[in-house]
């Protein structure tokens, strides 16, 4: 494998970390062009001066001075901020490899830059592909980007999806952890902290998709996710929940075989899978020990306490408009709940009565779709100001 050139969208939180574990692996595969954090000028330094990027930039501009102040000993450096500089970054720094792992909608816009240049886009990032999942795959179409799933169950069905058999293919079949409240009451799971939604009991990741897997929202975009990335329709998608998380994902094929992919709870594999592909190289994460399994459990999502699986199948059905006010809503309820303003439950009916409002839109270009996000957004606040 030839050296390949990395920018690392997101580089401080937890795929970013994991991506730069990776790249620490194997010196001799990957160099780091550019990093990109919002305000952990910290972390951003210290992995710039580690791997010698020759751009970083913070997302929030007041960092900027605390950042050239961290970084003034290596000049060769450059450093920008703000929310243009991170998509000025996407378009004038090439790669062959970008991670897109950016939290949320704010990926949007330095994704689709990135996809104008071509080359291979691990995307992480599942918010954009759930609110504008067509437009993400119709930019990478055109510019020739080879875009590859990091989420592990979208990368398990990577693996084992056979595209030349994709008319024979029954179901691809999410799993799903449950969370952490995957044995609570439903009035247990109303009076749920903060704390306890992001304590998973299998993954170790960022607030914000540790309390969507709380809720299940996780799975909910991953349903919409994998519509998009395997052009498969909703009915052809279904959820089994597997506590233990061994097998990340399965594709049923008309002829009775389900192909699974299985590995350690460690995103350092998909991550791996990814950036070596279509070569298998060492992932420096954990392995999975077969011998040392006690039992591998399935069983089906309970939609009762966990609303948000069924309100994708509806999203979907509805049309874009509806899976971006979905995701819109979430991602300002999920902010809510984490500042304490909001119940978890709550979370749940400011997205739903999101959803009801904002479904039918017409999204064509990036500009409709970020005034639309920006709409949906003012309506769920609203709902959280008298909730
Ligand atoms: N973590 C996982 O295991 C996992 C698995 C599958 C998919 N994903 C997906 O991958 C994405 C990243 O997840 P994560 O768990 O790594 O999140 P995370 O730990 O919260 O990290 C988010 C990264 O994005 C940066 N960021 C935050 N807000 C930003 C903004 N407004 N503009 C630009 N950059 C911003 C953060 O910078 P600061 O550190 O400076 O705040 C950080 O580098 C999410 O879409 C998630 O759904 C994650």
Known sequence: MTVRSVNVFGATGSIGQSTLDVVRAHPDKFKINLLTAQSNVERLAA????????HVVIGDEAHYSALKDALSAHPDTKISAGEAALVEGAQDIK??????????????????????????????????LVAAGAQVISAAEQSGATLLPIDSEHNAIFQVFEPKNKAAVERLILTASGGPFRDWSLDKIKSATPEQAINHPNWEMGAKISVDSASMMNKALEIIEAHYLFDMPASKIDVLVHPQSLIHSMVEYSDGSILSQMGASDMRTPITNIMGWPERIKTPGARLDLSALTQMTFEPVDHA??????????????????????????????????????????????????LEKRQKADLNSLNEIITYDKLCRDLAESFIRKT
């Open 305 to 354: 306490r966990f609303p948000a699986i069924n309100m994708a199948y509806e999203a979907l059905k509805s049309g874009q408009g509806a899976c971006l006010a979905m995701n819109a809503a979430n991602e300002v309820a999920v902010s809510a709940f984490l500042s304490h303003k909001i119940a978890f439950m709550d979370m749940h009916d400011i997205t739903m009565r999101t």
């Open 47 to 54: 992995q710039a001066i580690e791997f010698q990027p020759s």
């Open 95 to 128: 790669a062959d490899i970008t991670m897109a792992a950016i939290v949320g909608m704010a990926g949007l816009a330095p994704l689709m830059a990135s996809i104008a240049h071509g080359g291979l886009i691990a995307i992480a990032n599942k918010e954009p």
